[in-house]
């Protein structure tokens, strides 16, 4: 995993705490998952890139996202 690719999922486990604690219905594996993993991550502490490949990815990680997923 890119650094940016943890960065992107470190917001996305923050959303979902920041979810639960608006008052919103999560599933408590997915809280447990999101606090464990935001507590792992460190913020990234630089902006997030334009999505140009990363050359040093393998060639089947290379592209848009939505290629990779």
Same mark, same amino acid.
């Given at each position: 995993?890119?650094?940016?690719?943890?960065?992107?999922?470190? /917001?996305c486990?923050?959303?979902?705490?920041?979810?639960? #604690?608006?008052?919103?219905?999560?599933? =408590? *594996?997915?809280? @447990?998952?999101?606090?464990?993993?935001?507590a792992?991550?460190?913020p /990234?502490?630089?902006?997030?890139?334009?999505?140009?490949? #990363?050359?040093?990815?393998?060639?089947? =990680? *290379?592209?848009? @996202?939505?290629?990779?997923?």
């Amino acid at each position: 995993m890119t650094a940016e690719q943890r960065e992107l999922t470190r /917001l996305c486990a923050q959303r979902v705490i920041s979810n639960h #604690d608006a008052g919103r219905v999560v599933d =408590l *594996r997915t809280l @447990a998952w999101a606090r464990g993993f935001v507590a792992c991550v460190m913020p /990234l502490g630089q902006p997030l890139g334009a999505g140009i490949p #990363d050359h040093e990815l393998p060639e089947p =990680l *290379r592209g848009g @996202a939505l290629e990779v997923f």
